[in-house]
C-alpha cells in the first residue's frame, strides 16, 4: 500500500492550509488514518487520527481547536486541515494507514500504523 501526501508549503503564522492524503488501496470501515509530524531535531509525534467506524477525528491538545481531519469516501482521500497556524507547527507532516481499527487508547502510537507516505513539509513563518 502507498500513501500518497501533498499539500505542504510555507505560509505565515495564522494562516491554513488543507494536507491531503490518498491510500492506493481503498480504505473500508475498519480501517483507521492519521496524521503525524516531524520538527527538525524532534521525535515524530501524533497529530490527529480518525477510525473510519465512526468517523470522529482524535486530535493532540496541541492541535485542538485549529486542526480537523475529515475524508472523502468518493475519492478515497484523508484530509487534514490546518487553520491558525503557528511557527511551531513547523515540520514534516506523515499520513498513516492501517486497514486494522485501532483501539482509541492506541491512535496516538505510531507502532499502530502499517503503512506511512513519504511526508509533506510545512513550514510557518513569524
Known amino acids: 500500500v502507498q500513501l500518497q501526501a501533498s499539500g505542504g508549503g510555507l505560509v505565515q503564522t495564522g494562516d491554513s492550509l488543507r494536507l491531503s492524503c490518498a491510500p492506493s488501496?481503498?480504505?473500508?470501515?475498519?480501517?483507521?488514518m492519521g496524521w503525524f509530524r516531524q520538527a527538525p531535531g524532534k521525535e515524530r509525534e501524533f497529530v490527529a487520527a480518525?477510525?473510519?467506524?465512526?468517523?470522529?477525528?482524535y486530535y493532540a491538545d496541541s492541535v485542538k481547536g485549529r486542526f480537523t481531519i475529515t475524508r472523502d469516501n468518493a475519492k478515497n482521500t484523508l484530509y487534514l486541515q490546518m487553520n491558525s497556524l503557528k511557527p511551531e507547527d513547523t515540520a514534516v507532516y506523515y499520513c498513516?494507514?492501517?486497514?486494522?481499527?485501532?483501539?482509541?487508547?492506541?491512535?496516538?502510537?505510531?507502532?499502530?500504523?502499517?503503512?506511512w507516505g513519504q511526508g509533506t513539509l510545512v513550514t510557518v513563518s513569524s
Open positions: 480518525m477510525r473510519f467506524s465512526s468517523g470522529y477525528g
Open positions: 498513516a494507514f492501517t486497514e486494522k481499527q485501532v483501539i482509541l487508547s492506541n491512535l496516538h502510537n505510531s507502532g499502530a500504523y502499517d503503512y
Open positions: 488501496t481503498r480504505t473500508s470501515r475498519t480501517s483507521t
